[in-house]
């Protein structure tokens, strides 16, 4: 299962991750770029399917926005009510002034907007449009009668007189199975998904290169992205936002073993790119680097802590920069792009770890800039995990810091970042002490069986990403330990910090 990784692929560092904000309990299809924002496509079945506007805070972060009315008119699908399965329009939209997507009429304009009555058949689907970027052609998934089964790939195209009448797309891309989903990528590519050509397991991802003469659109014969992208589980809706990002739909399960299914949206990046036909590096831009110094001590005694593990990662897309130990010092350097948000944490085998996010400017290119705040190391570990305060199995997005603050790191890649730390402890870890604590709102029973809840959530987590279930002790304290309020500190921020698990190390002496 393809859930956090980043490794060399064809001299190629790559990553893929799910996107956070746009994996959750509902299907998440598909991520359109439109305009100043972007639109997530999610719904339980297409009949109750709709289109979210979100910002990109990262590749892998997504985040709920208004649809300005300033974006232009967009092609979309329009599904039809339950009552009638398998029907579908193309169907252009405008931005309401409360932005809303609302269908343009039809008219005899020449413009790309609105898409014709003619190029949609009644009582079957014409779906999943593309437009190329001179807005001269449109690919799009039907049924209609012609068609070689299931749905193919069809195309129209614009000219002075209107839309000509869907033509089949020539080649052999489609198959009596269904050929959906497909993207233009770039001028000269279409992406899609299909269940017709060799495939690792269901629907595949596939990329064809682009043959246009006059009227006729040929695709080439089409070419599998293969692994690790496609799964033997479904993936569709394959979306280049650009030559070094991919971002698609699968239901592949979140852990290994997972009844539910249901489709999030996941995302490709690679640190050099590749052609997504010709399967060859793109040449990547020069780099200009300097060098982060700084120390690593243990927080309980401000000791230095040598041959500790230094990580520096790219804050956006998690991919390891670089990583060296610490000397007989506690000192680190490491070498990392300048003008990029880097995250660089440390970590030790009879400790936990700490993080710091840098940023190294420009005129420490070829230079070494000094990182004034040591990263302390605790012999004790708060996980500030947060949750609403009755839940305990659905985290908000992102962690707390020690002040209650939401930081930018995931509730996900902290755990990983946790599990990376105790499998580093090796055989001198003999046991793993979990304990859960709540706020004041509620009993202490109560609160006593929602610390519980807490932790075997956490240690779930945990075991999901490979630690053993033999090692964790889960306990609880309920609100019993509560922290001493702060002067001037809000309630609901005492409330934050209150919330959180304790994680101690027993190790070997």
């Known amino acids: 299962m393809v859930y956090d990784t980043s490794r060399p692929m064809n001299g190629v560092r790559w990553s893929i991750r799910r996107v956070d904000g746009a994996s959750g309990p509902d299907n998440e ?98 779906g999943h449009p593309t437009m190329s970027a001179d807005s001269t052609l449109v690919v799009f998934a039907s049924d209609r009668p012609g068609s070689m089964g299931g749905t193919d790939l069809w195309y129209a195209v614009r000219t002075a007189g209107g839309w000509s009448d869907p033509q089949l797309v020539a080649g052999p891309v489609n198959t ?66 650009d030559e070094r990002t991919l971002y698609y739909a699968s239901d592949q399960p979140r852990r290994q073993g997972a ?44 000791q230095p802590v040598a041959d500790a593990d230094v990580t520096a990662r790219d804050a956006e897309s998690r ?13 680190y350097s490491l070498d990392v792009p300048v003008n990029t948000p880097v995250d660089i944490s440390a970590q030790a085998p009879d400790l936990f770890y700490d993080d710091v996010r840098v940023v190294v400017p420009k ?76 706020d004041d709102v509620d009993t202490d029973a109560s609160n006593m069986i929602l610390g ?6 956490i240690m779930d987590e945990l075991a999901a990403r490979g630690v053993s279930r033999d090692l964790m002790e889960g306990r609880t304290a309920g609100e019993s330990l509560l922290p001493e309020r702060r002067p001037g500190e809000s309630q609901e921020l005492w409330r934050k910090r209150a919330r959180r698990v304790e994680l101690v190390k027993v190790l070997e002496q």
């Open 363 to 438: 005129i420490f290119t070829n230079d070494t800039m000094e990182v004034v705040r040591p990263l302390q190391l605790p012999v004790t570990y708060v996980l500030r995990v947060n949750f609403p305060t009755a839940i305990y199995n659905d985290p908000y997005a992102y962690t707390l810091d020690s002040n209650g603050v939401e930081t930018t790191l995931t509730w996900q890649e902290s755990l990983n970042q946790l599990a990376r730390n105790v499998q580093l402890s090796g055989s001198r870890l003999k046991r793993l002490v979990l304990i859960g604590h709540t």
């Open 29 to 126: 299809w598909a991520l359109f770029p439109y305009g100043s924002v972007d639109l997530v496509l999610t719904g339980y079945t297409p009949q109750r399917a709709r289109y979210l506007g979100v910002r990109r805070l990262f590749a892998d972060t997504v985040r709920r926005s208004e649809i300005p009315p300033s974006n232009p008119p967009i092609l979309l699908t329009s599904v039809a009510d339950a009552a009638i399965i398998g029907d579908a329009d193309l169907v252009g939209y405008r931005i309401s002034d409360i932005g809303e997507l609302v269908p343009i009429a039809d008219s005899p304009s020449h413009s790309p907007f609105p898409i014709p009555h003619s190029l949609n058949v009644a009582l079957h689907w014409d």
């Open 319 to 331: 991919d390891v920069l670089a990583a060296t130990r610490t000397d007989t010092a506690g000192s």
């Open 259 to 302: 009844d539910r299914k249901d489709f999030d949206l996941f995302v490709l990046t690679s640190r050099v790119l590749l052609d997504p036909i010709r399967e060859a590096p793109l040449k990547p831009l020069p780099i200009e680097r300097g060098t982060v110094r700084g120390t690593v001590v243990n927080q309980q005694t401000q």
């Open 452 to 457: 519980r809840n807490r932790v075997n959530f």
């Open 176 to 241: 009596p199975c269904d050929e959906l989903s497909p993207r233009f990528a770039g001028d000269s590519v279409i992406v899609f998904a299909s269940a017709g050509h060799a495939s690792v397991g269901g629907y595949d991802l596939f990329s064809a290169r682009i043959n246009r003469s006059g009227s006729l659109l040929t695709l080439e014969a089409p070419r599998n992205l293969g692994t690790p992208v496609n799964t033997p589980f479904d993936e569709l809706f394959p979306v280049w936002t």
